[in-house]
């Protein structure tokens, strides 16, 4: 079987070592799919968790084993780490088995855009203690309230006053809210500094591709959830894959591609 061919690949956040990590899925991604560049956004092995509940089944060593075929095969793989990973930000600009270990990375898109690709986490002073406000987002809020309605039936049913939980909990989901603006801002005014026409990273978990102002900002998602990652299509465009959704039809596509193409070598042929 052929693999889906991308012009580059983009992955964050799969914190290998944990145990929610959707490890089956990230495998499965990786063997669907090949790239020119493939570039580790950090948080790729949860090293936080080795002191203290580290999972690593047979298929974490298979991944592993997967990206250095990728760099042996001639993918150029650059692991950016992220803050789970922070040991190996002692191994900036090291070689490992073909992987390049670097602090930040200067990525060319086909179309000559220049992409700044970070983790994120120096842009974050609150997340570490937030970290599940930043993962609520904006629709969390649609939740709540829908919530609150039944909480509130509940209670009238049961003869107590309104009480109201959306209300309660509202501040909190607007500072995600603004936390994860916040933190997208920041990103691209240092990608904008640097003179970058957008910025590519990981980090709060919250796979998207929007502009600021003429300023691309991705970010790659994550792999204990939404198993989400960035592609860049041969035109130089950036894509958002999620995974779960449209595994089938990428790799229906490339099959029917592959198909197309045997067809046409046994029509020549004959
Ligand atoms: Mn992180």
């Not at 607007?174 to 997208?184: D, L, Q, T």
């Not at 041969?234 to 449209?246: P, T, V």
Request: a negative charge; hydrophobic letters at 35%; one cysteine or more.
């Amino acid at each position: 079987m052929k693999p889906v061919t991308f012009r580059s690949i983009w992955i964050s956040d799969t914190h290998l070592g944990l145990k929610a990590s959707r490890t089956e899925y990230l495998h499965d991604f990786l063997k669907h799919t090949e790239s020119d560049y493939l570039y580790l956004v950090g948080d790729i092995i949860d090293l936080w968790k080795v002191k203290r509940g580290w999972h690593w089944p047979e298929i974490n060593n298979n991944i592993v084993r997967l990206i250095m075929e990728k760099a042996r095969s001639g993918t150029r793989v650059v692991y950016v780490p992220g803050n789970h990973d922070e040991y190996l930000r002692d191994y900036v600009d090291f070689y490992f088995a073909g992987i390049h270990i670097s602090q930040t990375a200067e990525h060319v898109t086909e179309d000559g855009r220049k992409l700044l690709v970070l983790h994120g986490d120096e842009f974050d002073a609150i997340t570490m203690n937030s970290k599940w406000i930043a993962k609520l987002g904006s629709e969390a809020y649609d939740i709540l309230i829908k919530l609150n309605h039944w909480f509130n039936w509940g209670r009238r049913k049961l003869g107590f006053g309104y009480w109201s939980l959306s209300k309660h909990l509202k501040h909190k989901v607007k500072e995600a809210v603004n936390y994860i603006s916040n933190f997208e801002q920041a990103v691209v005014h240092a990608a904008r500094k640097q003179g970058a026409d957008g910025v590519i990273c990981g980090h709060i978990h919250h796979a998207v591709i929007e502009e600021y102002d003429g300023t691309q900002y991705a970010n790659c998602g994550d792999w204990v959830e939404s198993c989400t990652a960035l592609a860049e299509e041969e035109d130089g465009k950036l894509r958002l894959i999620h995974w779960l959704e449209e595994s089938a039809e990428i790799i229906d596509k490339s099959q029917n591609h592959e198909d197309r193409n045997r067809d046409r070598r046994v029509v020549t042929a004959n």
